[in-house]
Structures are given as structure tokens and as C-alpha cells.
């Protein structure tokens, strides 16, 4: 894929056999055989035959879907290689069925700058499990107060910029961020937070907060700002990306702006998707994440969102934290949850399995993320590069037990039983996860 970087590996020679093939794209949804030859899917068919040395996959009772793309991920290189490192990222990645992920740039120091950018890339060629994209800075240091060299940065490859993690709360470095991009390119995707009313909160402003006696964020804090970026890129014919949504009402001014033409996408996590302030009752801080988790209208708003096409992709903001950063009191403790190896099964398990959502509409938002920064879409058609998540839909697990690729813990899953399973991905035609237990024999 262009834009990204990976480790060398060995283009797959595999023939997945019995299993249910489903792709919305290509309206595949049976099952059927697919052939992999040198990294590419060359034949779909009935009955297919190895051809001599090809690996055969014996899979009977799963499903095998395009491989998911994450537009938001958390690697922490450079600087915080305690909390999670490309290797151990991407691999969490392929564990997950992602074959691309794109990396933030709230490092230490920040992604600001061609060189840093660079250097990351550099790593991602000798460490990555799967190809690896990355955002840059949109302003320097992450502060607000001076624009990257965009045009630098772009050359150098920047998908698109961000200070996620950060608003631009300046209404005007925001202007200028988009009359830059008109020049340079990409896209500009924006952490949706008012300072000034999230404060010091440390969950969602509510029934819950005022019972904990906590200080909440109220929902206004990332609605309003939605209003007001939509606003400026409407002037400016800007193209922006709406992080992380996680309320009815910034559900509703994403959807008044699309409506008004303004050239605007949006995504959402599966755990806003899943959880709520009621979740927080118990203080556990994997809970404690941002935006916060709120009511159950916002996620219901926000499911509602999904299936009509207001939202346009699933994206986990993987943020891993290390223990000390997390086993402290729920105020202190940083925000931010791991996502890339639960993300299916927490879609499966709370809305896939129980009707809300169907396979295939989840499929289609968790492969879309990639797109809306230039990046190809995964598909299953003879020809295309292999990109492929063979996922056990019934299979139960829980985190807690099975252990992660990440170097972090602090999903907010850990100690859910999850259903649905992924045993192999294949990322840009070359086999990146395999489960210990699940065999491969060669024909």
C-alpha cells in the first residue's frame, strides 16, 4: 500500500479452504475457496485444489473477511516505548485482523517535523508486523501556536495531520491549517474538545458523575467544537475528519454538516459503541478513557449514526498506558484504552451476535478508514493484494486470560468474556498473525 511502511516478509502461498467468504464490496457472502499466490488473491472458487506447496488452510466453521484498516492508533514511538513500540503495535494490529493501521503523532517528541517522521517510517520498515501509516502534527510541539511545515511533512509522507490528543482550540490556527492543506494535500483530523468546558473533568458529565461526586466533561465540550470546525472548513473548502464521536449531539452537528456539503468524515470506537457511564460505576480506570463514555442515548445516536452512513468508519484510538499510569486512583489516572486485539470481538459479541448491527455493515465501517486518507480499501476479488481476517465468530475468550501482543493492558474488555475470535490475518500478501493453536498444513 502506498504511504506505508512494513518489515519485509514473504509473500503468502496459502489456499483457505470451507470457509464463509464475506465481503460487501464484492458481494461475497458464501462459502467458498480462495486461493493466495504470491501475495495476491488469484482464484475464488468451489472445490479448489493446493497446487504443489501451497499451504493449506482447513477452515471449516469460520468466516474470512477483508482485513480491517485502523485510522487511529496510539504506536508511542518515538519516547514512550514503555507504554507500546511499533513491533509490539503492529503486532497487536495483526492479532486484531487490521493489515494497515495509521499512527498518531502525540509521541514524545511529537510527529512535527519531516526528520521525526522519517525516523518512525524508518522503524516501521524494520519492525512492522503490518503496513503502518502515520499523521503528522498539525502544529508544532502539539501547542497550538505555529503550523507544521505541511508541504515538508506531506513530501515526506504524512497521511494528514493532527494534534489528537489536543484540539486546535484557536478558531483561527484551524483556518489556517486548512488553507495550508488546500496547498499540500491530506487530510486534517481533529480531536473534538472544548478546554474550557471539559476542564478537569474525568468522565461524562451526568447521573453518574454527580453521584461518584466527580467532575465531568459535558458533551457540549466536543459538540460545539464540532459546529465550529465544521463551520471553518465549510468557509475555507477544507477537508477535515472528525475523531472519536461519542455524543447524540456532535452525532447531530457532523450529520447538519454533511447535510450543508461541507467535506466532512467521522468516526467512532467500538467502545463508545458498547459502553456507557454506567460502566465507570466501578472506578476502573481501563474505563477511564477520551471522550468519555456517556449516556445511553449518545450510543444509541451513535449506532443509529453508524447504520445510516453519518459515521463513516470504525477506528479503535488504541492507547496503551502502562501499569503505573493506570493502577493509580481513577482522577489520576491517565486516559485511554488498548482496542486493536478486542475491537471485532467487542463488535460482535454486544451487537453483531445479539442483531443490533449485521457482520456486514461492521465489515464495511472497519474496513473504510484507510479510504478517507488515500489508502486503498481491502477487498476479496482475484487480482487484489491479500488482505484477510479469518475470524471464529463463536469463539469465547476473555482478555484477561489470553494474554495480549500489545506491551498494555488497560482494555476496557479485560475482564469481559468476548465472543468471536480472530485466527489468522494476512496483511499486503504476506501472512502477519497466526493463533498458536490454529494449524496451517502444507499441500
Known sequence: MSALSRMPAAPADLLVTGAHVLDPRTDLDRRIDVLVRGGEIAELGEGLAAPEGVETVDAGGTHLL??????HVHLRVPGQEHKEDIETGTRAAAAGGFCAIIGMPNTAPPIDSASVLRSVADLAGVHARVPVGFLAAATVGQQGQ?????AELRDAGALGFTDDGLPIASANMLRRALQ???LCGGVVALHEEDPTLSGEGVMHEGAVSALLGLAGIPSISESTMIARDAAIAAYEDGRIHIQHLSAEASVEAVAAAKAAGV???AEVTPHHLTLTEEDVRGLDTAMKFNPPARAESD??????????GTIDCLGTDHAPHA?????????EALMGTTGLETAFAALNTFLIEPGVLPLGLVVERLTAGGALFGLPVPRIAVGEP???ALVALDRVWRPVEAG???RSENSCFHERELRGRVLMTVAAGAVAYRERTFALSAA
Open 146 to 150: 505555529s503550523l507544521t511545515e505541511m
Open 66 to 71: 477483508p482485513a480491517f484498516v485502523d485510522p
Open 404 to 406: 495480549y501482543e500489545s
Open 263 to 265: 467535506r466532512l468524515t
Open 386 to 388: 491479500a488482505n484477510l
Open 180 to 182: 495550508y492543506q488546500k
Open 299 to 308: 450510543r444509541l445516536a451513535l449506532l443509529e449514526a453508524l447504520r445510516d
Open 323 to 331: 501499569p503505573h499510569e493506570k493502577e493509580v486512583p481513577f482522577e
